[in-house]
Structures are given as structure tokens and as C-alpha cells.
């Protein structure tokens, strides 16, 4: 069964760090682009990290880059994301995502289409 679940999310103080973790399961992380995403309260869905297939190249949006660092476990079938320096803005679900065909881009700016999990909420509040 192809599945992703996302864990670690949580209430923060700014400038904390948190490490969201994605259990994945029926997929071989190396054929596919993964890459989490994350929505805010009342705006669209944004990307947020990506690494392409096969160690592909790892991108980042311009709003976290130096502060999150995305990475997986092949071992374990685990995606994580290590989130430092959090901010009020960086508030919102963040979801992880993976796609065979729709490719990990400069700015995670093309938003996969295949396999998502449910999420998981982060808050930072002002």
C-alpha cells in the first residue's frame, strides 16, 4: 500500500527548530521525486524542499532556504525535514509528497501531483 505519514509537528517558540519526519511505505524512495510542501492559514500550498529521483539535486524555496534542511533514510523509508530558526510565517500544515514524473525544481516551485500524506501542523506564533 502506497502511503506517507507525516509526525514531529508542533507548537514552537520563534527562532526554535523542529524535525518533521514522513514514514514511507510502498515506494522505493529512489524512483521517485519527494518533497515537502506546506499550506498556510487561508493561502495556497507552497513548496517548500525537494530532492529530485535517484540523488537527484535537493532545492529549496527562497523563504527557508539556510534554515530547513531536508533529508531521507533509504534504510528506514524516511523523509525528514530539520526546520531551525523557525519564524511566525513558516506556521502551517506541511505535508510530504512524492511523484515519479513531476520534477523536483528550482524554488519547489512545481507541486507534485502523485502521493501525499496527511500532513502534519506546525505553529510558530508571533
Known amino acids: 500500500q502506497l502511503q506517507l505519514v507525516e509526525s514531529g509537528g508542533g507548537l514552537v517558540p520563534p527562532g526554535g527548530s523542529l524535525r518533521l519526519s514522513c514514514a514511507v511505505s510502498g515506494l522505493y524512495l529512489d524512483h521517485y521525486n519527494i518533497g515537502w510542501f506546506r499550506q498556510a492559514p487561508g493561502k495556497e500550498r507552497e513548496g517548500v524542499s525537494c530532492i529530485g529521483r535517484d540523488d537527484g539535486p535537493i532545492y529549496y524555496s527562497d523563504s527557508v532556504k539556510g534554515r530547513f534542511t531536508i533529508s531521507t533514510d533509504k534504510t528506514k523509508n524516511m523523509i525528514y525535514l530539520q526546520m531551525n530558526s523557525l519564524k511566525p510565517e513558516d506556521t502551517g500544515r506541511y505535508y510530504c509528497?512524492?511523484?515519479?514524473?513531476?520534477?523536483?525544481?528550482?524554488?519547489?516551485?512545481?507541486?507534485?501531483?502523485?502521493?501525499w500524506g496527511q500532513g502534519t501542523l506546525v505553529t510558530v506564533p508571533p
Open positions: 509528497a512524492a511523484d515519479a514524473k513531476v520534477p523536483c525544481t528550482v524554488g519547489v516551485r512545481r507541486r507534485f501531483l502523485e502521493l
